[in-house]
């Protein structure tokens, strides 16, 4: 739940339940997903960033493919605790990419696990996996690569 908008000058544009500025949205029909959480938790709070989180689940749908759709605004430690946790898989596709646009949800401040409607983009490559997972990556990399320009 979105509980206020920005005031000029701040840099992110939303605040959440607790003022927290990211969301974290799970698709309940990811398989694995409760027990993945548990290990983004771990690593969030080893990296002092679970204090700025909400979690939240959706669906249960059983998606296709597990999209992990990261806002532009998210920590690239945070966006990388994703990938790792629900993205290093081999029983199901995954999709990873990077929302710029807020819209109305704030979207450049979350990261959707396993939307509930496939947007027909490829799976990301072992590769570009490893990529995304390259320790002391820029956020500017991160998001070039994630998003298939880089």
Not at 11 to 33: E, H, K, Q, T, W
Not at 100 to 120: K, M, P
């Amino acid at each position: 739940m979105i509980v206020s908008t920005r005031t000029p000058g701040e840099a992110l544009a939303f605040r959440f339940n607790s003022g927290r500025p990211f969301v974290v949205s799970i698709n309940s029909g990811v398989p694995g997903a409760r027990a993945a959480r548990g290990a983004f938790v771990s690593i969030l709070a080893r990296n002092r960033l679970l204090d700025k989180v909400v979690f939240e689940w959706f669906g249960p749908k059983n998606p296709e493919a597990v999209e992990i759709e990261i806002g532009s605004k998210v920590p690239v430690e945070m966006a990388q605790a994703a990938v790792r946790v629900f993205g290093r898989r081999d029983d199901i596709p995954v999709v990873v990419s990077v929302d710029t646009e807020d819209r109305q949800f704030g979207n450049t401040q979350r990261i959707y696990i396993g939307g509930l409607v496939a947007t027909g983009k490829p799976p990301t490559s072992r590769d570009r996996m490893d990529a995304l997972l390259r320790q002391g990556i820029s956020q500017q990399d991160f998001r070039a690569i994630a998003s298939g320009a880089k």
